[in-house]
């Protein structure tokens, strides 16, 4: 074989390649793998991977907070309000029922005025000092028994007062947000408010059982004083009317 037929040969199989390698579809052709690109995608979707966790980690916590919210706005189950509104209203009642003589500014005035003189008048009758005193005695004896009804009423109070208490220290210990602990802290605080008010209620009424007794012993002297002035004037009278009859 000549030379310039081997050439002629080569070329013709150079042609036949390139109209092969031509008319291949372009599924077949290779595949080129990037590592760099490949690399830059897996960290691509490894960010968009933590946001989405940081996204659903914040509504957890929003979820949480809003769970926290709604215990601390929820109300206290137990109140005290109604029994220590009926036991404020009770003293209240006792008080308002003071015999003879009530807690009025007015009242005590015109008592005082009428049977608790300052002195009395020469001409006193002993009919009218009799009815005085016998007023003043039972004005004492009514503060004295109001004084003690308060008192019995206070010390009927505390089995109440404890039972309230034993409630309020448990709803507080399994209180579940702030308000309820805030209730029942504030609750705690009026029981002993009332407290307060049975106390001072029981010392109003001693105080003033022993101002109307203080009063009573103090007209006493007054009275003391009227009567004697009137045996003395009756006795002068007397005298002189016995020293004629001896002439």
């Not at 709604?70 to 003071?98: K, V």
């Not at 409630?167 to 507080?172: G, I, Q």
Request: net charge neutral.
């Amino acid at each position: 074989m000549t030379r310039s037929r081997l050439r002629a040969l080569l070329i013709a199989s150079a042609a036949t390649l390139c109209i092969a390698a031509a008319s291949v579809p372009a599924r077949a052709q290779w595949i080129v793998f990037d590592p760099t690109n490949y690399a830059q995608n897996i960290l691509t979707a490894a960010r968009e991977l933590q946001q989405v966790n940081n996204e659903i980690q914040m509504l957890e916590n929003q979820a949480t907070s809003l769970i926290n919210q709604a215990r601390n706005l929820a109300s206290l189950p137990y109140s005290s309000l109604a029994t220590l509104e009926q036991s404020i209203a009770q003293t209240q009642q006792l008080l308002a029922r003071a015999q003879n003589i009530a807690y009025s500014v007015a009242t005590i005035d015109q008592a005082f005025t009428q049977t608790y003189p300052q002195a009395y008048a020469s001409g006193a009758s002993s009919q009218q000092l009799l009815a005085d005193a016998q007023t003043r005695w039972q004005n004492a004896r009514a503060g004295f028994q109001d004084a003690m009804r308060v008192q019995a009423s206070a010390v009927q109070n505390l089995d109440s007062t404890r039972t309230q208490i034993d409630a309020l220290v448990t709803a507080s210990q399994g209180a579940t947000g702030a308000l309820q602990a805030a209730q029942s802290g504030n609750q705690l605080a009026a029981i002993q408010t009332k407290q307060l008010a049975d106390l001072t209620a029981i010392m109003a009424s001693i105080a003033r059982a022993q101002s109307l007794d203080a009063a009573r012993q103090l007209e006493t002297q007054a009275q003391a004083q009227a009567q004697m002035q009137n045996f003395l004037n009756y006795g002068a009278g007397y005298q002189a009317g016995n020293a004629q009859m001896f002439h």
